[in-house]
T-cell receptor, first 109, second 117 residues
Framework: LAKTTQPISMDSYEGQEVNITCSHN???????ITWYQQFPSQGPRFIIQ???TKVTNEVASLFIPADRKSSTLSLPRVSLSDTAVYYC??????????FGTGTRLKVLA | GAVVSQHPSWVICKSGTSVKIECRSL??????MFWYRQFPKQSLMLMAT?????????EQGVEKDKFLINHASLTLSTLTVTSAHPEDSSFYIC?????????????FGPGTRLLVL
């Protein structure tokens, strides 16, 4: 199973860009990288998914280098409502997710 | 995006009773559903994987006789916590996946808070 490693916590200020990097050294050829956001007492919410290079949607960008051993979630101009836990997940090939610690992002005013 | 619902959103029960939690995919057919448990300030822990019409596959350390999972249709999976005890109190979350493609995203339900007295 591909294991992911992320920083446990990060602080940022409103209006700043936040980059959260995840390492997944054992990623397999067919694996995709998916990021989720979770607020307290809620289920995780899909943010973005990618396979290689760069993916952008209306809320975030995902940067994946050529070796795919890491990925970076970029949140532009964060607000207080972006305070949450962010999980990087790699499909293990058996289509099940093994959650790591996630990154607890705190956005300060 | 795809929507997954859970019912109930919270439940309080007495020790020794059984509790059933439903997970439904509202606008897509879920070939695979997953059940997770999350304790306060901790990450999600996968309990089991269920495919429609077949027996669930449980993760190591999860008692299959205590956590009964049924995936009788492509839109419904149920988790029954049998003979619940206070240590079973937790936040239970399901997710659903539409197909076997590697890039198919899992969509999560809102979770069910279980408190066993």
């Amino acid at each position: 199973l591909a294991k992911t490693t992320q920083p446990i916590s990060m602080d940022s200020y409103e209006g700043q860009e936040v980059n959260i990097t995840c390492s997944h050294n054992n990623i397999a050829t067919n694996d995709y990288i998916t990021w989720y956001q979770q607020f307290p007492s809620q289920g995780p919410r899909f943010i973005i998914q990618g396979y290689k290079t760069k993916v952008t949607n209306e809320v975030a960008s995902l940067f994946i280098p050529a070796d795919r051993k890491s990925s970076t979630l970029s949140l532009p101009r964060v607000s207080l409502s972006d305070t949450a836990v962010y999980y990087c997940l790699v499909d293990s090939g058996t289509y099940k997710y093994i959650f790591g610690t996630g990154t607890r992002l705190k956005v300060l005013a | 995006g795809a929507v997954v619902s859970q019912h109930p959103s919270w439940v309080i029960c007495k020790s020794g009773t059984s509790v059933k939690i439903e997970c439904r995919s509202l606008d897509f057919q879920a070939t695979t559903m997953f059940w997770y448990r999350q304790f306060p300030k901790q990450s999600l822990m996968l309990m089991a994987t269920s495919n429609e019409g077949s027996k669930a596959t449980y993760e190591q350390g999860v008692e299959k006789d205590k956590f009964l999972i049924n995936h009788a249709s492509l839109t419904l999976s149920t988790l029954t916590v049998t003979s619940a005890h206070p240590e079973d109190s937790s936040f239970y979350i399901c997710s659903a996946r539409g197909s076997g493609r590697p890039q198919e995203t899992q969509y999560f339900g809102p979770g069910t808070r279980l408190l066993v007295l």
